[in-house]
């Protein structure tokens, strides 16, 4: 029963594409009912594509906006979790580290990532740094969240077994806490890649020098639909691809879960 | 067990008040040796009180044509109209791909192909199709708070108890009734869920947008504070998204709270 539905569905879901763009070139380049200057045509997007990857466009070609706004991206991020998933897992650990670290952590907790970008510029410029400390608190507070939760769901007979053993310190922390927490923690990982990728972009249509945020900032500013149309679906296949590859990661961090 | 667990590090209630007043006061002490110090300049790092000064100055005089109030009033204004738009639209239209398969098997893929357009990529269209007054931003809010709406109400649907499916199929219930009668009301706790992501993210994005394409609100306040080079204002803004967006979440929780109470859960 299963699997004839699946298929179904595939094939209704390849059907929906062939139809939009089907309609997307009778209403552009056939009848001309959206304007070039309102949605591009697919053949003003494919060139626009070619224009980008070949010639290059915002002083870059493609591959190179793409690589420069990951690399980004994978910096603040793993700076994140370098400081987030520890502290998180010393509060879910330590109930005193947690009434300490809690006040601070609320106060900033309501202020969404986006809103430090212009922090982050007045601080450091437009530069490569302040991208950086954008993703940085735009992941820092899912992972502190997650591990934290995710010491606090292990099983208390696993925490009280390895107590009543007398596991020292250090193991426990590497054979029961970390491993306890991991589910959770790549959880908030793979959530908050998405926030950091959201906040990128918005940090590099505000100003920035290279990236695909600045590819759609200096789209816009030259009035070229097709290159705004090439920017967002860069975009979004860089997103799709990354949480792709953190699915990965999850998969071989974790073989006991598979 | 139940025992053993709750002693394993527990805290006495006047431990906790102490260490967390001690990390309130930490976190402000901290901030203010490091502003008064001279190490910072006060343009780049100006003391708490300085902040709060600043504050309370944006609600009297105003700043880039508007005061705190007005710009609050205004961004608020956009977020209620996109997220109004993502509430209406949105729950219909998860609430009938819940019920009719066909919709579901065409919007699906469709939805999650542009689901990956972050929100915040929309905004040239949006500055494009409708300009960066009131349009531009709320057609970005719209795209940031639409997803949860529809996800939710789609499960929602999606799982309803099948008994009260067939139990009103029998009692001949049309399909504008199935979904009025019997998958709304089922829906709720899983709709109301969605609602707080949505509310949450719509605000992100209008901070976003703003940032960007607008010529008032909170967003743009922040924006001209950061070209001024006055980091008060900056941060007297961010204070103020904190305050709005928490606000926001406490009201709806509360709903939340308040429904699933009445369900007896």
Known sequence: ?258 | MARLTQTRGALSFRAWLALSAAGFIAFFAIWWVVAASGLVSPQFLPTPLAVVEQFAGLTQSPFVGYTLQQHLASSFGRFALGFGLAVAIGIPLGLLMGWYRGLDDVITPLFDALRFVAPIAWVPFAALWFGTGIGGPVLVIFTGAFPPCVVNAYRGARFVEPRYVEAARTLGAGPFRMITEVLLPASVPSIVAGLRISAGLGWQSLVGAELIVASSGIGYLLVKGQANISTSIVMSGMIAIGLVGFAIDALLRMIERRIQRRRGR
Not at chain 1, 93 to 103: G, H, I, K, Y
Not at chain 1, 107 to 117: G, K, M
Request: proline letters at 7%.
């Open chain 1, 1 to 258: 029963m299963r699997k004839p539905s699946r298929r179904r569905s595939l094939w209704i879901g390849v059907a929906t594409f062939a139809v939009v763009v089907a309609a997307w070139y009778a209403l552009t380049t056939l009848t001309n009912t959206i304007s070039p200057g309102r949605f591009p045509a697919p053949s003003e997007v494919w060139d626009a594509l070619k224009q980008i990857a070949v010639t290059g466009y915002a002083d870059a070609r493609l591959a190179g906006h793409v690589l420069h706004s990951v690399k980004l991206v994978l910096l603040g991020f793993a700076a994140a979790a370098l400081v987030g998933v520890p502290l998180g897992l010393a509060m879910g650990a330590s109930r005193r580290v947690e009434a300490f670290v809690n006040p601070a952590f609320l106060l900033i907790r309501p202020i969404p990532p986006l809103a430090w970008i212009p922090l982050a510029i007045v601080w450091l410029g437009l530069g490569d740094a302040a991208k950086v400390l954008i993703i940085w608190f735009a992941a820092f507070v899912p992972a502190v969240i997650n591990s934290y939760s995710g010491v606090r769901a292990i099983e208390p007979h696993l925490v009280e077994a390895a107590r009543m053993l007398g596991v020292p310190r250090l193991a426990y922390v590497r054979e029961v806490l970390v491993p306890g927490a991991m589910p959770m923690i790549f959880t908030g990982l793979r959530l908050s890649l998405q926030a950091c990728w959201t906040t990128l972009v918005a940090g590099e249509l505000i100003g920035a020098i290279a990236g695909l945020g600045h590819v759609l900032y200096q789209a816009s500013l030259d009035i070229f639909p097709a290159m705004i149309v090439v920017g967002m679906a860069s975009v979004a296949v860089t997103a799709a691809v990354m949480t792709v590859v953190l699915g990965y990661v999850e998969r071989r961090a974790m073989p006991w879960r598979v």
